[in-house]
């Protein structure tokens, strides 16, 4: 009884002390600013409210709209990995095509590969596409399967599927599309879930490649706005710069909250059971 106790204790205070950093940046978001960085505590005695009216309003347009922007590219970036990696990988699993093994090796290269050694080239064309300043060069990739790792953990998953279903729905005269959208489809929700959320978070996080493509200001997503936010005036305003993030810190929190059972299901899970 007493060991139980003691191990609730040391789990409960390396719980605050992983935690520390946002809920100092939470109790720093409602201080004033000569108090920021005087006191490393997390109790705030008087709250300062007006650091979130003053950080929604303190650039150029309203933080909404950055946070509207942010929604854009996350909602297709996620319908975009969902439909093409699960097709891709379908056809990894399933199918049986000439250069197969070469390709799937080509889409695990894609893994290795750093982002900084193409995104000079890639900046090259849509920049000769004339589409900078655009969400396109941020979207389009997404429906062109170019993430290979949710590419290979749909085929993981797929390759745990009995082969009985699909061969039980051509018996019935069904087809590759019928078979990928009306059978397998809707089993592999685990991997949906996991891949949505991963994608959710990386995109919403995503800074180096929403700095390259997206220059103008109405443009903007939540991330440059927030570096853009101690630039914007003279004086370097924390706390509402504080307020605005833990703003943007509310969508990754609900859905990691909400998809985190199909996270821990498409992880674990072969797709066999």
């Known amino acids: 009884m007493i060991s139980a106790i003691i191990k609730q204790i ?3 205070l390396l719980a605050i002390l992983m935690l520390y950093p946002i809920l100092w940046m939470i109790a720093s978001s409602l201080r004033p600013q000569n ?3 005087t006191n490393m505590g997390l109790l705030v005695t008087k709250p300062v409210w007006e650091n979130y009216v003053a950080g929604w309003n303190a650039l150029s347009y309203p933080f909404g709209r950055y946070i509207l922007n942010s929604l854009i590219i996350v909602v297709f970036a996620i319908i975009g990995n969902i439909l093409t990696c699960s097709m891709a990988a379908y056809a990894f699993a399933r199918l049986h095509f000439r ?8 889409m695990l290269l894609m893994l290795m590969i750093p982002i900084h050694v193409i995104v000079i080239p890639q900046y090259i064309m849509w920049n000769s596409l004339h589409l900078i300043n655009t969400f396109v ?3 389009v990739p997404k429906f062109l399967a170019m993430d290979g790792f949710f590419t290979f953990l749909f085929y993981q998953f797929l390759r745990g599927l009995p082969r009985d279903l699909d061969e039980a729905a051509n018996i019935d ?11 397998l ?13 991963f994608t959710f978070i990386w995109t919403w996080n995503d ?3 929403q700095l390259l493509y997206l220059t103008k200001p109405d443009m903007y997503t939540v991330p440059i706005a927030l570096r853009t936010f101690i630039d914007s005036q003279s004086q370097s305003s924390y706390g509402p710069m504080f307020a605005m993030s833990v703003i943007s810190l509310i969508p990754l929190f609900l859905v990691f909250t909400f998809g985190q059972k199909y996270l821990v299901q498409g992880i674990a899970t072969t797709g066999g059971k």
Do not use: D, N, W, Y
Not at 173 to 183: E, P, V
Not at 185 to 197: D, E
């Open 10 to 12: 040391v789990v409960l």
């Open 35 to 37: 108090e920021i960085f």
């Open 99 to 106: 250069f197969r093994g070469v390709l799937f090796g080509f």
């Open 137 to 139: 060069p941020l979207i």
């Open 173 to 183: 005269g069904a087809g590759h599309i019928r078979i990928f959208f009306q059978i």
């Open 185 to 197: 489809l809707p089993l592999m929700k685990p991997a949906i879930g996991t891949c949505a959320v």
């Open 207 to 209: 800074f180096f490649s």
